[in-house]
């Protein structure tokens, strides 16, 4: 339960926690004293106040650094005797080492470090134990050597000391410490216990420790290696127990070992004391790192296997729901099939061995699926070419969407249809699922409505064709293939009004056929109305394709100019004339000549109607036929004005 407090309470309990920390490393560094004799190794032969630290720094992520550092000011000054200067320097490496040792084991890990696996354990063995223990060597050998102004060989020496003390502590009680509160926040952490086999291991493992390093003297040193044989239960409680139970048990066979060699006894004691405390340490030492090193791989193989079991019991959970599913998945999808109102089948994608079809299927094709006749869907196919193209097709995209193919029925039937296929997975086996739409009605009404189209759409050709035919009739002169009146009524009006408004002029040529009616009289009409179509045709050569050229009635014929200038309109208006002269025309068993009297006006010069334009053309060409004929004249809006002319006189048809 979390009690909210107020900023001055919170720092208030910082405030508390600091003298309590230091508290606590100085009567862990006095009772190290009082358990551990120095005998020339300083601070002790063990320092149990190293490993305090860096236990405090990982489990509270560096909070304490200050009450680390009182407490080992305290013990350098009041235990170790050094001067205040000197202690506060041997105090600041002794907290500076471990919290930095813990803030880079935090920083590889980002998690709590468990010892149980190598990850952790060779990580802790260098930035938890070799680094603290070298920086706090480093201080407090440097602080020994000023209080006592030591040479280097003894500064050295008292580096190394200093070292083995603080890592031999951090090794023996750290990873007990870790493992342990690892545990404590594990749950069923008390239903771990077995509590006879835990007992009588520890009581034998302790007696035969007392044993070694109380009650023998081994002044020979012969017995010594009997030390090594305390490894055999401690591995084996590796293998049985947690692990911090296995550390706690290894740290209390060091203490009984570093206690009996300390009050001179024990089968490392030989000659010298200080001798057997080294013997004593490196065993503690050995017997920490082989604890952690066969402890992490036993811990990680429990993990592995604990894994592979939990793995494995999932996979089977997963199997059986998974059968399950399966089996109610197929159940549901023969529910749904059959009651679908459209013919399903299914087939496997390898060889096209039908495995389902529903009742509509069956009625579709005229086939009982039966296991002793097997069917294939090749069979409903007409075409080969289409099978393969979609079995293709299915195995390279898995899907097919309304594609319309031809099949075959088990009476012969051809029949049109769209199938939707979609490959699935059934029974481990990749399978075909198929719809089949019929669309055979459909068919042959598309082919009648085709049918019925097309003749329709003949009949409107028709008709607009006859349309055609008919406005064409409508504006045109069936003789001479030029426009009618009634296309020049229509047009011309329009004509004038457009180029007026871009102020543009607009030519008249008003014409006739000279002695047409002897011509008629003489030959026949036959010849007339060839000489009419005659003229006709060179009009329609003559003249652009924006002049408008009509058929006025009888031999009278008119050319409108657009955009043509009076200039321009008598010179296209002589070379009519002179042009017209000069054909040959066929009559009977002879050739006649015909020549034409032309009157030419222009707009708006001669007015800007249609009525008035046409009137001053005709005038203009009723002057050229009294003048004489064969002549061409130029409307005046006084009168018409006689033109220029290729002859004088009147040249009558041959």
Same mark, same amino acid.
């Given at each position: ?11 208030? #309990? ?112 260098? %930035? ?255 075409? *080969? ?60 009404? *598309? ?87 005659? #003229? ?13 050229? %009509? ?40 050739? #006649?000549?015909?020549? #034409? ?53 009147? *040249?009558?048809?041959?």
């Amino acid at each position: 339960m979390n009690i909210p407090v107020s900023r001055h309470t919170g720092l208030a #309990l910082r405030l508390l926690v600091v003298p309590a920390i230091a508290l606590l490393y100085a009567l862990v560094g006095g009772a190290a004293a009082l358990l551990f004799p120095s005998q020339g190794l300083l601070p002790a032969p063990l320092w149990p106040p190293a490993a305090l630290a860096l236990v405090l720094f990982i489990w509270r992520r560096g909070h304490g650094l200050v009450g680390v550092w009182l407490g080992a000011c305290w013990v350098s000054f009041y235990q170790a005797g050094l001067p205040l200067p000197e202690a506060m320097l041997a105090g600041a490496t002794s907290a500076l080492g471990p919290w930095l040792g813990a803030g880079v084991l935090r920083h590889l890990h980002r998690t709590p470090v468990r010892l149980s696996r190598q990850s952790d354990v060779w990580p802790f063995l260098w %930035c938890g134990t070799v680094l603290p223990s070298l920086i706090s060597a480093l201080g407090g050998a440097v602080a020994l050597s000023l209080a006592a102004s030591n040479d280097a060989l003894t500064l050295a020496t008292l580096f190394l000391r200093w070292w083995l003390s603080d890592a031999g502590g951090i090794l023996l009680f750290a990873p007990m410490a870790l493992l342990v509160l690892d545990a404590f926040e594990r749950p069923g952490f008390w239903g771990q216990w077995r509590f006879v086999e835990r007992l009588i291991l520890t009581c034998c493992t302790l007696g035969v420790a007392t044993m070694l390093f109380w009650q023998t003297n081994d002044r020979g040193g012969q017995l010594a290696v009997l030390s090594f044989l305390l490894m055999l239960p401690l591995i084996w409680t590796v293998a049985r127990f947690p692990l911090w139970q296995s550390h706690l048990l290894s740290m209390l066979v060091a203490l009984v070992a570093i206690t009996g060699t300390a009050h001179s006894g024990g089968v490392f004691y030989v000659d010298s004391i200080r001798q057997a405390m080294l013997c004593t340490g490196t065993l503690v030492m050995v017997q920490s790192m082989t604890l952690l090193v066969v402890g992490a791989l036993v811990a990680e193989r429990e993990e592995s296997e604990l894994f592979l079991r939990d793995v494995n019991q999932h996979l089977e959970d997963k199997v059986r729901e998974r059968t399950r599913e399966l089996t109610e998945s197929e159940a549901r999808f023969k529910l749904v099939a059959d009651a679908a109102p459209f013919p399903m089948v299914m087939n496997q994608l390898s060889d096209g061995r039908v495995v389902y079809a529903n009742p509509r299927a069956e009625a579709l094709f005229h086939y009982q699926l039966q296991p002793a006749q097997p069917l294939f869907v090749q069979s409903f196919y007409t075409s *080969e070419a289409e099978r393969d193209q979609i079995a293709g097709i299915l195995r390279n995209q898995g899907t097919i969407l309304d594609r319309e193919v031809e099949l075959i029925d088990g009476y012969g039937r051809r029949f049109w249809a769209w199938l939707s296929c979609t490959v699935i997975k059934s029974n481990g086996v990749l399978c075909v699922l198929t719809g089949i739409n019929d669309i055979s009605e459909r068919k042959r009404l *598309e082919s009648s409505l085709k049918a019925a189209n097309d003749a329709l759409r003949r009949h409107v050709s028709e008709i607009e064709e006859l349309q055609h035919g008919l406005r064409e009739q409508a504006v045109r002169d069936p003789l001479t293939g030029l426009f009618n009146r009634r296309y020049l009524d229509s047009t011309l009006a329009g004509t004038l009004s457009h180029l007026q408004a871009l102020q543009r002029p607009v030519g008249v040529i008003m014409l006739d056929a000279d002695h047409f009616k002897q011509i008629n009289d003489k030959y026949g009409h036959l010849t007339g109305d060839m000489v009419l179509a005659t #003229l006709g045709q060179y009009l329609r050569t003559h003249f652009r394709s924006d002049d408008i050229v %009509c058929r006025y009635g009888g031999e009278e014929f008119i050319v409108v100019l657009p955009g043509a200038s009076m200039e321009v309109s008598y010179a296209k208006a002589e070379g009519l004339r002179q042009g017209v002269a000069d054909l040959v025309i066929p009559a009977g068993n002879g050739r #006649l000549s015909v020549t #034409l009297s032309l009157g030419v006006a222009c707009a708006p010069e001669h007015g800007c109607d249609m009525e008035s334009l046409l009137d001053a053309a005709d005038a203009a060409l009723y002057a050229a036929k009294t003048d004489g004929r064969n002549r061409v004249f130029r409307a005046s809006s006084a009168g018409p004005v006689q033109g220029l002319t290729a002859s004088h006189g009147d *040249e009558q048809p041959v």
